[in-house]
């Protein structure tokens, strides 16, 4: 089976990861994919190791063959643009709208109707069953879960010795209002004092310092009146990653709105 992707892939976010990993599990599966490279950003830097048999999927819009079936993956109100300005309705083959809804409720009635029977996709996708309900007015609609490697199980279960370092609260994600990181900030500089022995770290690529330091500031309290806190604001490869998850102890998020099941 011939098929194209459109998504997030190489950009340095949740999307990113969420469409390599996807790319690599079509290949595993067999499809013959292409990869539209313009919708791709720094995809030759963030590939990473794990994901490099991309590389050579990647296209220039001009290059790319006639698909059976074509994957956008992207935010409900994007997947019709990149529909549009691909003109990938006029090119024969399924089209394949793969999405999610950061909320319990149904959106508006204008995101279904992007997403429905009356748009130009032939089934929409959703990675989670609680997407699937707020969307389940839609119909051929099916839950097809963020891919993830088995194979990596072992390094990320196996032990770490961690004797004598304080408990490790961490956060991995955007730094904005939805994710909600400044509650998340202020909820631990009420609930713990600097004599407690945990620290709260924040890994959010390009914050800048001053953002932070005003975020802290929020809180209420003087630097030294608050339980340690830290942020780690560059890129970090896959086994910095894996690593993360095995010396840390608690993940932390105060979202304001993501339909996890």
């Excluded at 998504?7 to 469409?19: D, K, N, T, V």
């Excluded at 109707?113 to 748009?119: C, D, Q, T």
């Excluded at 839609?138 to 004797?163: G, K």
């Amino acid at each position: 089976m011939k098929g194209r992707y459109y998504g997030h892939g190489g950009q340095r976010s949740g999307y990113g990861r969420a469409a390599a990993d996807m790319c690599m599990s079509l290949l595993a599966a067999g499809v013959d994919l292409e990869i539209s490279a313009p919708a791709t950003t720094d995809a030759g830097i963030a590939l990473g190791a794990h994901h490099l048999p991309l590389a050579g999927c990647l296209r220039d819009e001009g290059d790319l063959s006639p698909f059976d079936v074509a994957i956008v993956h992207t935010l409900p109100h994007d997947c019709e643009r990149v529909v549009e300005a691909a003109k990938l309705a006029d090119r024969g083959g399924m089209l394949v709208a793969y999405t999610t809804w950061d909320g319990l409720s149904q959106p508006p009635h204008d995101t279904l109707r992007r997403l429905g029977p009356e748009s130009v996709f032939d089934r929409v996708w959703v990675p989670s069953k609680a997407t699937a309900s707020a969307l389940d007015v839609l119909t051929l609609l099916a839950v097809v879960p963020h891919a993830f490697d088995e194979a990596s199980l072992p390094d990320r279960r196996s032990a770490s010795d961690r004797e004598g370092e304080p408990y490790r609260f961490y956060y991995i994600g955007a730094w904005n209002s939805r994710k909600n990181p400044v509650g998340l900030m202020r909820a631990y500089a009420h609930a713990f004092e600097p004599r407690d022995d945990v620290e709260l770290c924040f890994y959010c690529v390009g914050l800048p310092l001053e953002v932070f330091a005003a975020a802290l500031a929020t809180t209420g309290f003087q630097p030294n009146e608050i339980a340690r806190v830290k942020l780690f604001n560059e890129p970090i490869s896959d086994a910095q990653m894996t690593a993360l998850h095995r010396t840390a102890d608690c993940y932390v998020s105060s979202t304001r709105g993501a339909a996890w099941d």
